[in-house]
C-alpha cells in the first residue's frame, strides 16, 4: 500500500519570505513523487516531479522539492512566495510496481501581501 | 493548460439518477484515470483505463463504471446516484498505463451535484 501525509492544513507566508509545504510517504518500494497546484475551481496543475537522481528537484513557477529517502520526506520549497502563488497544494506518491496516484489531503497555500 | 478537457464543467442531479461524464486525453496519451475529489479532500483514485480496458481500481462500489474508446476517451457513469456522490470528478490522461516515470495531466473537472 501506498500512502501521503501532509501535515499542515494551511501554510501562512509574507509576500517575499520563503515557504515550505510539507509531504511525507510510504511505499512498499521505490517511489515516484510529485507535486500538483489546484486554483479555485480548476483541476489540477503539475508542478514538478521526483523519479530518480538529484535530490533536488526543480519545477514550474521557481518551486522546487527536496527528496529525502531516509526521513520518506518531499518537501516543496520556493526561496521567495508571491501571493499569486496562493493556492491547495498536493502532494502524490505512485510506488513504481502500480499505475495508482496516491494523493495527499492537501494543503492551503496563503502568501499575504 | 493541459490537452486534457472534461464535459460538462457543472451537472446537478437529482439522487437516484445516472450520470456521464467525458473526459478527452491529451494528444498522444493511451491512458485515462479518473478521480473524485470531494469538498475539502485530495483527489481519490476511482478507475484506470489503458488500450481501452480497466487496468485498475479503487475502492469504489460496482455503479461506478467506464469505458475507453479507440480515440482514448472516456466516460465515466455513475448508477444510482446517492448525495455523497456530490464532488468534482478529475479525468487524467498519460501514457503506458501509468507505470511509466512521466506525469499525469489533470482535465479542469466536472462538478456533480446531486440534490
Known amino acids: 500500500a501506498q500512502s501521503v501525509a501532509q501535515p499542515e492544513d494551511q501554510v501562512n507566508v509574507a509576500e517575499g519570505n520563503p515557504l515550505t509545504v510539507k509531504c511525507t510517504y510510504s511505499?512498499?518500494?521505490?517511489?515516484?513523487l510529485f507535486w500538483y497546484v489546484q486554483y479555485p475551481n480548476r483541476g489540477l496543475q503539475f508542478l514538478l516531479k521526483?523519479?530518480?537522481?538529484?535530490?533536488l528537484v526543480k519545477g514550474s513557477y521557481g518551486f522546487e522539492a527536496e527528496f529525502n529517502k531516509s526521513q520518506t520526506s518531499f518537501h516543496l520549497k520556493k526561496p521567495s512566495a508571491l501571493v499569486s502563488d496562493s493556492a491547495l497544494y498536493f502532494c502524490?506518491?505512485?510506488?513504481?510496481?502500480?499505475?495508482?496516484?496516491?494523493f495527499g489531503k492537501g494543503t492551503m497555500l496563503l502568501v499575504s501581501p | 493548460e493541459t490537452g486534457v478537457t472534461q464535459s460538462p464543467t457543472h451537472l446537478i442531479k437529482t439522487r437516484g439518477q445516472q450520470v456521464t461524464l467525458r473526459c478527452s486525453s491529451q494528444?498522444?496519451?493511451?491512458?485515462v484515470s479518473w478521480y473524485q475529489q470531494a469538498l475539502g479532500q485530495g483527489p481519490q483514485f476511482i478507475f484506470q483505463?489503458?488500450?481501452?480496458?480497466?487496468?485498475g481500481r479503487g475502492n469504489f462500489p460496482p455503479r461506478f463504471s467506464g469505458l475507453q474508446f479507440p480515440n482514448y476517451s472516456s466516460e465515466l457513469n455513475v448508477n444510482a446516484l446517492e448525495l455523497d456522490d456530490s464532488a468534482l470528478y478529475l479525468c487524467?490522461?498519460?501514457f503506458g498505463g501509468g507505470r511509466d516515470n512521466t506525469e499525469a495531466f489533470f482535465g479542469q473537472g466536472t462538478r456533480l451535484t446531486v440534490v
Open positions: 521526483y523519479i530518480t537522481g538529484d535530490n
Open positions: 494528444s498522444g496519451h493511451n491512458t
Open positions: 487524467a490522461s498519460s
Open positions: 511505499v512498499s518500494g521505490n517511489p515516484y
Open positions: 502524490a506518491v505512485r510506488d513504481k510496481g502500480y499505475s495508482t496516484l496516491t
Open positions: 483505463y489503458y488500450r481501452e480496458e480497466e487496468n
